[in-house]
């Protein structure tokens, strides 16, 4: 379908917006992904990606995976405005416990969203899995008459994913496979964190992917037109993984801190009403979407459902030709699914074992035990209780965020949890 820039430009300045408000509101946050690749974002939900917003499960479902999940704003305005189920309020309540927009995507929380991201390169490997997995899924199902698998993964990674060795082995192993159907794009905007990239990072991206066995395409990453080619190029390809290396500027729209490491955060925040006026939002309304831009992605969801009843005929087909290959397809079905695998989860002993507390035998030590005595009962290892937590939360009818093991910053032994500082 020819690209509609016009449109998508505004809805790409719109989604900017719903990212600044989300950071502003919550004083918390990345910005510099979600402004920066916000042209990426509006060719990919706007154009490029095949899904359903109603069937977020779809089987033949394009995957989008954000590996660098420090952005998940990016993901929450552009799910938002594609029509899943992830209303305003959602957005507004970003980063508050148990809303739909965790700080970091979260499976299972928010529909659209395919892996749960945030330890960088972590999602390159997590698409390369869905990769290899829809390419097993074609050789065993797909006939000649009839084509069920034929989707693409699409990864959106930052420099940090691009420097973690998770990623490189997945990225090794993608080609090797000749993964055809995996794409990453690789928001090189020159900035990690807390200082430029070229502090902790240099050599050649595009040779080096060439020569483990990827094609590679360089764009200007704010060009709705080059980004929509090179998708599509991708898409096209045969025989080898596709990386897109998309030049971007972080926190795009917010000129104090865009291109600088200041732009990762939410240190733009603090410039949010004039940054707001740059790119034409209404003063007086916070979380604006246009009538437009509303009108443009209702249409867009119309030729999306056209194509999903389309496959679903192919697959009514496909059901009666083979039946044999439907009842193994349909036997997925029976697999155990998280809460069952959490159930069959023994807890072990080092579980259930009493916590050895030294006790102090001063006279000050006496004194804290005498003022506090519940801080020195003995009580099961925190893992025990967490476990239990999770498995309460997959129990519920409400889809609750299951407590992750790891979310506590601080256990009984005093460790701080790197994932609660991603
Ligand atoms: C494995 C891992 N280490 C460290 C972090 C903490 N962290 C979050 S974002 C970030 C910088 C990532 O840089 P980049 O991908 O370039 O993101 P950008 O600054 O461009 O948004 C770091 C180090 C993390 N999330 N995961
Ligand atoms: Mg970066």
């Not at 033949?60 to 999940?69: H, I, K, Q």
């Not at 070229?198 to 595009?206: L, T, Y």
């Not at 094609?215 to 991708?234: F, M, P, R, S, Y």
Request: glycine letters at 8%; proline letters at 5%.
């Amino acid at each position: 379908m020819p690209l509609q820039t016009d449109i998508l430009s505004l809805a790409a300045n719109q989604a900017r917006g719903l990212a600044i408000d989300a950071v502003h509101k919550c004083n918390s946050g990345h910005l510099g992904l979600p402004l920066g690749c916000a042209e990426i974002g509006a060719v990919l939900f706007g154009n490029t990606l095949s899904y359903n917003p109603d069937a977020p499960r779809w089987l033949n479902r394009d995957r989008f995976v954000l590996s660098a999940g420090h952005g998940s704003m990016f993901l929450y305005s552009w799910l938002h405005l594609s029509g899943f189920d992830l209303s305003l309020d959602e957005l507004k309540n970003f980063r508050v416990l148990h809303s739909k927009t965790p700080g970091h995507p979260e499976f299972h929380e928010t529909p659209g969203v395919e892996c749960t991201t945030g330890p960088l390169g972590q999602g390159v490997a997590n698409a390369t899995g869905l990769a290899l997995s829809i390419q097993a899924a074609a050789a065993r199902f797909n006939t000649p008459e009839h084509t069920i698998f034929d989707s693409h993964v699409i990864a959106l990674a930052g420099d940090g994913c691009m420097q973690e060795g998770v990623a490189l082995e997945a990225v090794s192993f993608a080609a090797h496979q000749k993964l055809d159907n995996l794409i990453l794009i690789y928001d090189s905007n020159d900035v990690t964190l807390d200082a430029m990239a070229n502090k902790s990072q240099g050599g050649d991206d595009a040779k080096r992917f060439k020569a483990l066995g990827w094609d590679v395409q360089t764009i200007d990453g704010h060009d709705l037109l080059a980004i929509q080619k090179a998708i599509n190029k991708a898409k096209k390809a045969t025989g080898k993984p596709q990386l897109i290396i998309a030049k971007t500027t972080i926190a795009k729209g917010i000129p104090e801190v865009a291109g600088t490491a200041k732009g990762h955060g939410e240190g733009g925040a603090k410039f949010s009403e004039a940054a707001r006026a740059g790119l034409n939002l209404p003063a007086d309304q916070h979380f604006f979407v246009s009538d437009d831009v509303r009108a443009y992605f209702a249409d867009h969801k119309k030729r999306l459902v056209r194509a999903y009843k389309k496959w679903n005929k192919t697959f009514e087909a496909w059901t009666a030709a083979n039946p044999e290959k439907a009842a193994l397809l349909d036997s997925r079905n029976a697999a155990p699914g998280a809460a069952q695998l959490l159930e069959k989860t023994p807890l072990f002993p080092a579980c259930q074992a009493r916590h050895p507390r030294r006790r102090s035998t001063s006279p000050s030590g006496r004194r804290r035990r005498a003022s506090a005595p519940h801080r020195w009962q003995r009580r099961p290892l925190r893992l025990d209780a967490q476990l239990h937590r999770l498995r309460q939360g997959f129990r519920r009818d409400q889809p609750r965020r299951p407590q992750h093991p790891f979310r506590h910053s601080r256990t009984r032994h005093g460790l701080h949890c790197q994932r609660h500082r991603l």
